[in-house]
């Protein structure tokens, strides 16, 4: 059974801090790994999709990673803003099933002025 | 243009009711699903559908009953509502019910189920 990890629960940096986010999960047969924010109250907002295949995934000051083979992803955002306060949740797609998205715990990010 | 809508966003009930929560895609999606976040904030997927055909029941009460009119829509209709059915209930879509390397998964904004 596909298990998703996400450390650390909670996180608290000063503007301007590059910060990593860490994703864990126990079975390597997946097709994907996807990085999604939310915001309080609200929906998941995409962020990153790294295919299996691929080592990482870049989009503005967000950076995703991918090692399959230990089951490892991190998201790294650089030079954090307090706008990017929410929580990370990771979710990846295991291979020869029907889709089903296992998600991860999450991430609560804040950034402080 | 909104890709994935859900409605109602809020939706206060008292123990007891049925409700319903809509969903709809406009995204050209064959698959969409319903996903529960609990108080715990951990999201776990609920049904999946591919075009009006139920796919994936992840061992919910009978008491959940999802129904899609078209591929383009998947309501989610609960009877008997009980306290433990209060959670934020996300509905999603991609293009393929057997994924490839880059499908994505796009959800709806919630909708945070209080039951009194």
């Known amino acids: 059974k596909q298990e998703v990890t996400q450390i650390p629960a909670a996180l608290s940096v000063p503007e301007g801090e590059n910060l990593v986010l860490n994703c864990s999960f126990t079975d390597s047969a997946i097709y994907n790994l996807q990085w999604f924010r939310q915001d309080p109250g609200k929906g998941l907002t995409s962020l990153l999709l790294?295919?299996?295949?691929?080592r990482e995934q870049t989009s503005g000051r967000l950076n995703a990673s991918l090692d399959k083979s230990s089951g490892r992803s991190t998201l790294y955002i650089a030079a954090s803003q307090p706008g990017d306060s929410a929580t990370y949740l990771c979710?990846?797609?295991?291979?020869?099933?029907?889709?089903?998205?296992?998600f991860g715990t999450g991430t609560r990010l804040q950034v402080t002025l | 243009d909104t890709a994935v809508s859900q409605t109602p966003k809020y939706l206060v009930t008292q123990m007891g009711n049925d409700k319903s929560i809509k969903c709809e895609q406009n995204?050209?999606?064959?698959?969409m699903y319903w996903y529960k976040q609990d108080s715990k904030k951990f999201l776990k997927i609920m049904f999946s559908y591919n075009n009006k055909e139920l796919i994936i029941n992840e061992t919910v009460p009978n008491r959940f009953s999802p129904k899609s009119p078209d591929k383009a829509h998947l309501n989610l209709h609960i009877n008997s509502l009980e306290l433990g059915d209060s959670a934020v209930y996300f509905c999603?879509?991609?293009?393929?019910?057997?994924?490839?390397?880059?499908?994505?998964?796009?959800f709806g904004q919630g909708t945070r189920l209080t039951v009194v």
């Open positions: 995204l050209g999606h064959d698959t």
């Open positions: 979710a990846v797609q295991p291979t020869g099933t029907a889709s089903k998205l296992t």
């Open positions: 999603a879509s991609s293009q393929d019910l057997y994924w490839t390397a880059n499908t994505e998964a796009f």
């Open positions: 790294i295919q299996s295949s691929q």
